[in-house]
């Protein structure tokens, strides 16, 4: 069946422009998540929503980051005013629910530079 | 604050070797644990999950551990192979909603 998709694969911005990548969980998944992942770094967890809940936003870096997942199924992350160091690989997962019991199904990742 | 350690950056052995990877974790253990994989250019891809009161799960040429007193868990690849170089990543469920990543560890099995 489909896995999770996010577009763009990949993303070339002038710094100050917004952005907004999208993230297609797989079908049936309450869970949703995106992380941040720099280069040689591990994963830093953004954001995310399980079904119609309130999504938990600790992971958030600032306020120029935010999110939203119409319907319960696709996800927009979107980045305002983007910085140079917003460049950094996109990754979404879904899963069945959040419970650390299920496993995560990763996208490809959106691949973010800021120039 | 919680903090996640995987041993080493990178590790090299020969091919038929065991590849022994750490992860390490502060403060109070978490609920589940789970060991993932990461090709270059790719989402990680989940392999195994061990749950607190588990010591031990095994997967084929996988194996974890997960000792709560040294705040610990080890995964060994036995009879390995160069498709299984890659990255590795532990990840630790604490609060039953979210996953928090160690930076992982590269692996290359050399013929």
């Known amino acids: 069946g489909a896995g999770v998709s996010q577009s763009p694969s990949n993303k070339v911005t002038e710094k100050g422009k917004d952005v907004e990548l999208r993230c297609d969980p797989i079908s049936g998944h309450t869970a949703l998540y995106w992380y941040r992942q720099s280069l040689g770094q591990g994963l830093e967890f953004l954001i995310y929503f399980q079904g119609n809940s309130a999504p938990d936003k600790s992971g958030l870096p600032s306020d120029r980051f935010s999110a939203e997942r119409t319907g319960g199924s696709v996800s927009t992350l979107t980045i305002q005013r983007t910085q140079q160091e917003d460049s950094a690989v996109y990754l979404c997962?879904?899963?069945?629910?959040?419970?650390?019991?299920?496993?995560?199904?990763f996208g490809p990742g959106t691949r973010l530079t800021v120039t | 604050s919680q903090k996640i350690e995987q041993n080493s950056e990178a590790l090299n052995i020969q091919e038929g070797k065991t590849a022994t990877l750490t992860c390490n974790y502060t403060n109070y253990s978490p609920a589940y644990l789970q060991w993932y994989r990461q090709d270059p250019g790719r989402g990680p891809v989940f392999l195994l999950l061990i749950r607190e009161n588990e010591k031990e799960k095994r997967k084929e040429r996988l194996k974890v551990t997960f000792d709560t007193t040294l705040k610990q868990s080890l995964f060994h690849i036995t009879a390995s192979q160069p498709a299984d170089s890659a990255t590795y990543l532990c990840?630790?469920?604490?609060?039953?909603?979210?996953?928090?990543f160690g930076a992982g560890t590269r692996l290359t099995v050399k013929p």
């Open positions: 997962a879904s899963s069945l629910q959040t419970s650390g019991a299920y496993e995560q199904y």
């Open positions: 990840a630790l469920s604490y609060n039953n909603n979210d996953m928090r």
